[in-house]
């Protein structure tokens, strides 16, 4: 089975810009997570999507979006860049379903905002 | 709300030596689960090993086990016979219900040769 793919693996943009990140889910899981990886500042959750509809989101500003889509592909939106927003976007996705079924991570995009 | 501890920024240990990774939880659930993932280089986190809080039995994974205390709200990871792969930065991970995860700051841990 293909693992959970991101795309792109690195992008560099400038203030003020947006910026649009992909993730596809290992085939049968319908949970699709965001989380954004900073120095010191571990995982912090982005946005949970099951089928289609977003069902958690975590304490970031209007500015990232998400969505997903009906083969559980999902992106996520960044809008008006700022220059806190260089990160590490990590995707994840799981089987829900099983109790103690795991995230399973993509190898995340870097973002770097200039 | 739910925070998850993890207070070594960094842990270094020697190559075959043993080695444990603090991790702190503050919950009022009593159902929820317990993950420890891994971080190398490659920037891919990989599960390490997961705990049902229902269960007393403490997980093991080969080289990799944990120390489950539901009462203290801890959940520590030791590794033995540590090996230059091991080295990575490592996630604890607290998940209650479905899909809310919570997740520390991480510890790097180096592997001397």
């Known amino acids: 089975k293909a693992g959970v793919t991101q795309t792109p693996r690195y992008l560099i943009k400038t203030r003020g810009q947006q910026v649009t990140l992909s993730c596809s889910p290992i085939s049968g899981h319908r949970s699709v997570s965001w989380y954004q990886q900073t120095p010191g500042q571990g995982l912090q959750f982005l946005f949970e999507y099951f089928s289609e509809t977003q069902r958690n989101k975590g304490n970031f500003p209007g500015r990232f979006s998400g969505r997903q889509f009906s083969n559980s592909r999902s992106e996520m939106n960044v809008s008006t860049l700022e220059l806190g927003d260089s990160a590490l976007y990590l995707c994840a996705s799981s089987f829900v379903g099983e109790g103690n079924s795991p995230l399973h991570f993509g190898n995340g995009t870097r973002l770097t905002v200039t | 709300a739910q925070t998850v501890t993890q207070s070594q920024p960094e842990m270094s240990v020697q190559e075959a030596e043993t080695v444990t990774l603090s991790c702190t939880y503050d919950t009022s659930e009593s159902d929820y689960y317990l993950f420890w993932y891994k971080q190398p280089p490659s920037r891919q986190m990989i599960l390490v090993i997961r705990q049902e809080a229902y269960k007393q039995q403490n997980a093991t994974e080969n080289r990799f ?43 790097r841990l180096k592997v001397l040769a």
Do not use: H, P, W
């Open chain 2, 65 to 107: 086990s944990v120390n489950f205390q539901k009462a203290a709200k801890s959940f520590s990871l030791k590794i033995s016979d540590s090996q230059l792969g091991d080295a990575a930065m490592y996630f604890c991970a607290y998940r209650e219900g479905t899909y809310k995860y919570i997740f520390g700051t991480g510890t």
